[in-house]
């Protein structure tokens, strides 16, 4: 099995700035969730743990050198998340005042984006991989095992598509974490995710007691969908 997809926090005001980084990564293969200030992003940290946060300058509010000081006086993943800094402020005070709070890169708009892609792999190289975990998951009667594909449900195996298999092994990356939709559509054709609909209400007929009210694949709206394994 391929290692994890590594999941990355971009921190930008700028609606459009955050859409194409988001569009971009995810075609290289990275999970991406956004914020749009500091405040959005210190809650998404309280309860996902990302592998490196993006993150602008100059935001409403808390701007982006406060909240990296910030980030690094906490305990836990929070504070240890590598952070690559991009701002259009590029003076040698700006990155000095970056690095000083804690970030791990500095990178001054406007960037290539081939830049920020080897920058961000340069960062989650000194950070050392992630571990794969392909352990079964319980999901109530039913189990499944990421490495074979195989779903079981009171002991019995139960027919899995091509494509539900490979649903439910990216959402079994990163359990009880809601992946977007675009990433899980992204090696689909409908690139506006109705074939992903179509599989999840199929998966959840298969797993679930009750579909309609599905407890462990998990709606998560405005983003996609969620694994909530016991």
Same mark, same amino acid.
């Given at each position: ?14 609606? @459009? +700035? ?35 946060? +993006? ?14 000081? &910030?980030? &690094? ?31 791990? /890169? ?13 920058? +961000?792999? #340069? ?23 990421? #490495? &074979? ?6 002991? !019995? ?5 091509? #494509? ?22 992204? /090696?689909?054709?409908? #690139?506006?995710? @109705? ?9 959840? @007929? ?11 694949? !998990?709606?998560?709206?405005? +983003? ?7």
């Amino acid at each position: 099995m391929s290692a994890p997809e590594r999941h990355l926090l971009v921190v930008d005001d700028d609606d @459009r +700035i955050r859409e194409l980084l988001k569009e971009f990564l995810a075609r290289q293969a990275f999970r991406v969730t956004t914020a749009a200030n500091a405040e959005a992003a210190g809650r998404l940290l309280d309860t996902l743990d990302f592998d490196l946060v +993006i993150l602008d300058v100059m935001m409403p509010g808390e701007d982006g050198v406060a909240f990296a000081r &910030r980030l &690094r006086a906490q305990a836990g993943p929070a504070g240890r998340a590598p952070i690559l800094m991009l701002t259009a402020r590029g003076e040698t005070q700006d990155r000095i005042d970056g690095l000083s709070a804690g970030v791990d /890169d500095y990178l001054a708009k406007p960037f290539e984006p081939q830049e920020l892609l080897l920058r +961000i792999e #340069a960062i989650l190289r000194r950070a050392g991989p992630r571990p794969s975990d392909d352990q079964p998951l319980t999901l109530g009667r039913c189990t499944f095992d990421p #490495a &074979r594909g195989e779903l079981t449900r009171d002991g !019995q195996m139960v027919r899995l598509t091509e #494509a539900e298999i490979e649903l439910l092994r990216t959402l079994a990356r990163s359990p009880h974490a809601p992946v977007d939709r675009f990433l899980l559509a992204r /090696d689909e054709a409908d #690139a506006a995710g @109705r074939a992903v609909d179509v599989q999840v209400t199929r998966l959840r @007929r298969k797993i679930e007691d009750d579909p309609k009210t599905p407890r462990y694949l !998990q709606t998560v709206r405005g +983003i996609g969908y969620m694994l909530a394994p016991d």
